[in-house]
């Protein structure tokens, strides 16, 4: 059975999610439709790109992603269809599939060009939905459109790194629901830069020494639940994406608060990563302080 996911910043209220559906099921009876979120922020392209890289790969070679943020037809913002990883996606050339195309080359990438054969009033209802039928039934991507060889390209997925390499400089691209916030950093990336090095993470005045494995990991089992006060703790991870990620043990905005809204950080903010000039032979993991601290 062929699978279409959807990814967009349509949200839920209007009608637009359930008028793409419909349209899909009009062309392909048995497909199988998956929301994979729609609830991107509107025309964020950075978190369209963190949540589709992230999402893909967990489902059948073979499946067709339809991507529906800041979608419109423009003469800066054509339409493509990309085959990357044995898979298929449909999205505006706006930057989003540099993300992904940053990893793994594209095995075919292709400018659509049959919009003047289809009554084109919204990008992600018409022209996303015959692309990507077409496409699940096992048609090929020269029928919809003429094959280029770049993308656009989105800088602020790079982060920054100063000449002598002592210094990465990242962004804020997403905050997840547990208000977590997700930069640019990749852990190959640094740990290619850091060789070793003692390093300091800076985001607006809060600083971090260490990295742990997982979230846990700050926390001392050694010491008796009811006296440890672990929830509310900043740390720095590498999430299950594989970025660097500045979180808060046990964060509930609702109680003890998360790492956006205690430590102040939000979408684009800068996150730096200092190294030392030297190698370090060991590391030791140093205590983190409790968020209040970082009011």
Do not use: W
């Amino acid at each position: 059975m062929a699978i279409i996911t959807l990814t967009s910043d349509f949200g839920e209220k209007d009608h637009f999610v359930g008028a793409i559906k419909g349209a899909i099921y009009c062309e392909l009876p048995d497909v199988k439709i998956v929301d994979i979120s729609h609830f991107v922020s509107p025309f964020n392209i950075p978190q369209a790109a963190y949540i589709i890289q992230n999402a893909y790969k967990s489902f059948p070679k073979g499946s067709v992603h339809i991507i529906g943020v800041d979608s419109e037809l423009n003469p800066e913002n054509k339409h493509l269809a990309v085959q990357l990883d044995e898979h298929y996606f449909i999205c505006a050339d706006n930057g989003i599939m540099s993300m992904l195309c940053s990893e793994i080359a594209p095995e075919k990438i292709v400018e659509i060009n049959i919009h003047d054969k289809i009554l084109d009033s919204f990008p992600g209802l018409d022209v996303f939905v015959k692309v990507a039928c077409h496409i699940a039934r096992g048609g090929t991507l020269e029928v919809i459109g003429k094959t280029i060889d770049t993308i656009k390209p989105t800088k602020s997925l790079v982060p920054f790194i100063n000449e002598d390499k002592t210094q990465i400089i990242g962004s804020i691209i997403y905050i997840d629901n547990y208000g977590n916030v997700v930069t640019n950093i990749k852990q190959g990336f640094f740990e290619t830069i850091q060789k070793g090095r003692d390093f300091e993470i800076s985001a607006r005045n809060n600083k971090f020494k260490t990295v742990y494995s997982k979230y846990s990991d700050v926390v001392n089992f050694d010491i008796p639940e009811d006296k440890r006060h672990d929830e509310g703790r900043g740390l720095v991870v590498f999430n299950s994406g594989g970025y660097l990620e500045i979180a808060v043990y046990r964060s509930n905005p609702n109680t003890v608060g998360t790492a956006s809204s205690l430590m102040g950080l939000d979408l684009m903010d800068t996150v730096s990563v200092n190294f030392t000039a030297t190698p370090l032979v060991t590391k030791v993991k140093e205590p983190v302080a409790k968020l209040q601290e970082y009011k």
